[in-house]
C-alpha cells in the first residue's frame, strides 16, 4: 500500500495523559499537513510541514500541541495533558505538486 | 467569516434520482477547488480538481463544475454505494492548506 498510513487508528486516553499519534505519508511528497475533524465538520488545518520545516501552524495549536518531521520523512503530533475537548478524528494528508491525499485517521477519545 | 459553504447539509435520494450539490466559496485568487468523498470513521477520499472557471470533470456518476462562485457536484442516477458525505475545500496559492466547508451527507436509498 502507497498510500497515507497513519496509526494508531483509534486510541482511548484518559484525561490529563500525553497521546502521540503518526503519519507515513506517501514517500515522494514533500508536503504534509496535519487536519482535526470533528462530528458534523469539515477538516480544519493545525499545520504544515515542507520537508522538515514546520511552515505554518494554525491558532488552533495551542501550546499542549506538538509536531515534528524529522528528516522530511514521517511526522509525528503529540498532545501533551488531554482534555475533553481534544476528541476528534486526526487526519494527516500529503502532496506533491497538486492533490492532497488522506490517510484513514487517528480517532481520539479523551475520558 | 465562512470561506466555504456546502449546501445542502443533508440530502436523501431514492436510487437512480439525479441531484446536485453546491458548493460556494468567497476566496479570492483561487488556486484549485478540491472534491472529497468521506466515509463513517475513514479519512477523505479525493475526487476532483477544478482550477478554473468553466472546467469541467467527470469519473463514473460524478461530475463536477466549476463558476467563478461556486462549483457543482451532478450525480446522475446514484446507487446506494454512493452514499457518503462530500466534501468542497479551496486552496488560495499553491503552499496554503485547504479550507473545507462541512459537507453534504448523502443518502442514496434503494
Known amino acids: 500500500d502507497t498510500g497515507v498510513s497513519q496509526n494508531p487508528r483509534h486510541k482511548i486516553t484518559k484525561r490529563g495523559q500525553n497521546v502521540t499519534f503518526r503519519c507515513d505519508p506517501i514517500s515522494e511528497h514533500n508536503r504534509l499537513y496535519w487536519y482535526r475533524q470533528t462530528l458534523g465538520q469539515g477538516p480544519e488545518f493545525l499545520t504544515y510541514?515542507?520537508?522538515?520545516?514546520?511552515?505554518?501552524k494554525s491558532r488552533l495549536l495551542s501550546d499542549r500541541f506538538s509536531a515534528e518531521r524529522p528528516k522530511g520523512s514521517f511526522s509525528t503530533l503529540e498532545i501533551q495533558r488531554t482534555e475533553q475537548g481534544d476528541s476528534a478524528m486526526y487526519l494527516c494528508?500529503?502532496?506533491?505538486?497538486?492533490?492532497?491525499?488522506f490517510g484513514q485517521g487517528t480517532r481520539l477519545t479523551v475520558v | 467569516e465562512d470561506q466555504v459553504t456546502q449546501s445542502p447539509e443533508a440530502l436523501r435520494l431514492q436510487e437512480g434520482e439525479s441531484s446536485s450539490l453546491n458548493c460556494s466559496y468567497t476566496v479570492s485568487g483561487l488556486r484549485g477547488l478540491f472534491w472529497y468523498r468521506q466515509d463513517p470513521g475513514k479519512g477523505p477520499e479525493f475526487l476532483f480538481t477544478l482550477y478554473s472557471a468553466g472546467e469541467e470533470k467527470e469519473k463514473e456518476r460524478l461530475k463536477a463544475t466549476l463558476t467563478k462562485k461556486e462549483s457543482f457536484l451532478h450525480i446522475t442516477a446514484p446507487k446506494p454505494e454512493d452514499s457518503a458525505t462530500y466534501l468542497c475545500a479551496v486552496r488560495q496559492s499553491v503552499n496554503t492548506p485547504l479550507v473545507f466547508g462541512k459537507g453534504t451527507r448523502l443518502s442514496v436509498i434503494a
Open positions: 510541514f515542507q520537508n522538515e520545516a514546520q511552515l505554518e
Open positions: 494528508a500529503s502532496r506533491g505538486d497538486t492533490e492532497a491525499f
